[in-house]
């Protein structure tokens, strides 16, 4: 053990200095140089990869499919064989022309007694020319009776025979068509069928299967007249 300082102080290092300037230090040895690496192997290229994504595979044997028969030849414009028939289907949407309501379930006809051969076939061609219309449409049965009644007055008394009444197609009802129905009980069972000859649905072009033709007699039918009926077989369809 060192003696003391007399001061009291103990200095452990005092000749610390002293022995490091008389001796030298070993110089620290050199890193040993790193082992040489082996080159790293190439990664395979396209060609190979894809010769052994291949290995096993063999090509499916051709077949032979059969020959495609020639479709028609083109046809110029103007000069296909249904343009006729194309053109009357252009102007039927475009305004109804050509559209026959008699060839539809819609249709509505009816006669009455001593109506002559064939009229309604003439009413629903348009041979009368029309002298009056009423429009029912918005209103319930009563309210409708009430304008086609006061409509039917006004027309005899003016002496106007050839008549539409538009009563739409109905085509919001559950069933049948509603007014349309009451239309033809009106005309067929109700006060005024002594004065109907004839009622017919209307052409496209007056409201189709929606309006409805009436043809008034000038006066009307009588139980006279009705007495001297023709044959049951006869009658038109709304009877005597």
Known sequence: MKPRDPNGFHRPFERLS????????????????????PPLPLPPSEQELFAEAMQGVRPLEAQVLPARRPGPPPVAPGSAPDA??????????????????????????????????????????????????????????????????AFIRQSLAAGRRALLVIHGRGLSSP??????????????????????????????????????????????LTKRHRRNRPPQGLRGPAGC
């Open 18 to 37: 002293a022995l490091i300037g008389s001796k030298t230090l070993p110089a620290a040895p050199a890193p040993p140089s790193p082992a040489t690496a």
């Open 84 to 149: 006729g028939e194309m053109n009357r289907l252009a102007r039927l949407v475009a305004c109804g022309e050509g559209f026959v309501v008699a060839d539809t379930p819609e249709y509505m006809e009816g006669a009455g007694c001593l109506a002559p051969p064939g009229i309604t076939r003439r009413l629903h061609r348009g041979d009368f020319a029309l002298q009056g219309h009423v429009d029912l449409h918005g209103l319930n049965v009563e309210q409708a009776q009430a304008v086609f009644e």
């Open 175 to 220: 069933s049948d068509p509603v007014l349309k129905s009451k239309l033809k009980e009106w005309l067929t069972r109700g006060p005024w069928r002594k004065w109907v000859i004839a009622f017919t649905s209307a052409r496209a072009c007056d409201g189709g299967a929606g309006a409805t033709y009436l043809l008034l007699r000038r006066r009307p």
